[in-house]
């Protein structure tokens, strides 16, 4: 079974603009998770989806959003892009809601210039 | 709000046991997991422990948690160079899919 797969793997962004990264999650899974990790904050919360409806968010700005799809296939997106959001973007998934573990996929090293 | 420590280092030599070790403060979490980082890479799962437990082992990794101290250890036995990574300890509160997750403690293998 393939694992958790996220799109791009690398983006380079200039400060204003905005991105949209995507994940697709295990064959099966309905739950997806987004998390941002930093060298200075760690690994971060950012919001999870299930059926397409947003269940849980983290700490971010409203530039922060998201969405899922009917097959699972989750996005999210950044606008007004600013320095301090250079970092890794990492998308989780599972089988339900709770409780249950996450798989994680590769990531999206964003870097913004 | 829940906050996940770890020690920031850890250097073993190859061959040696590793114990990587993990405070938590939300006393209502159900599970409790380790993750593996290596570099450029997302986080992998290693093993997970029902609060209601005390130990799980599986091959070369041994899980305990003392739930009165809140405290979780990761052992891995018979270090390999491969096993170099960032260890990442996580909680979950019961009745949410969020994780927190603590810093990660970095493994050093030497040969």
């Known amino acids: 079974k393939a694992g958790v797969t996220q799109t791009p793997r690398y983006l380079i962004k200039t400060r204003g603009q905005q991105v949209t990264l995507s994940c697709s999650p295990i064959s099966g899974h309905r739950s997806v998770s987004w998390y941002q990790q930093t060298p200075g904050q760690g690994l971060q919360f950012l919001f999870e989806?299930?059926?397409?409806?947003?269940?849980n968010k983290g700490n971010f700005p409203g530039r922060f959003s998201g969405r899922q799809f009917s097959n699972s296939r989750s996005e999210m997106n950044v606008s007004t892009l600013e320095l301090g959001d250079s970092a890794l973007y990492l998308c989780?998934?599972?089988?339900?809601?709770?409780?249950?573990?996450?798989?994680f996929g590769p990531g999206t090293r964003l870097t913004v210039l | 709000g829940e906050d996940v420590e770890q020690s920031l280092f850890l250097s073993v030599r190859e061959g040696d046991s590793s114990v990587i070790n993990c405070t938590y403060t939300?006393?209502?979490?159900?599970?409790l997991y380790w993750y593996k980082q290596e570099p450029g890479a997302g986080l992998q799962l290693l093993t997970y422990i029902f609060s209601n437990m005390d130990m799980k082992q599986d091959q070369r990794l041994t899980v305990l948690l003392n739930k009165k101290d809140k405290h979780l250890s990761l052992r891995i036995a018979d270090t390999q160079t491969g096993d170099s990574a960032i260890y990442f300890c996580a909680e979950r509160p019961d009745n949410f899919n969020k994780f927190y997750f603590g810093s990660g403690t970095k493994l050093n293998v030497k040969p």
């Open positions: 989806y299930f059926s397409e409806t947003q269940r």
């Open positions: 989780a998934s599972s089988l339900v809601l709770a409780p249950d573990t996450q798989y």
């Open positions: 939300d006393s209502s979490s159900t599970y």
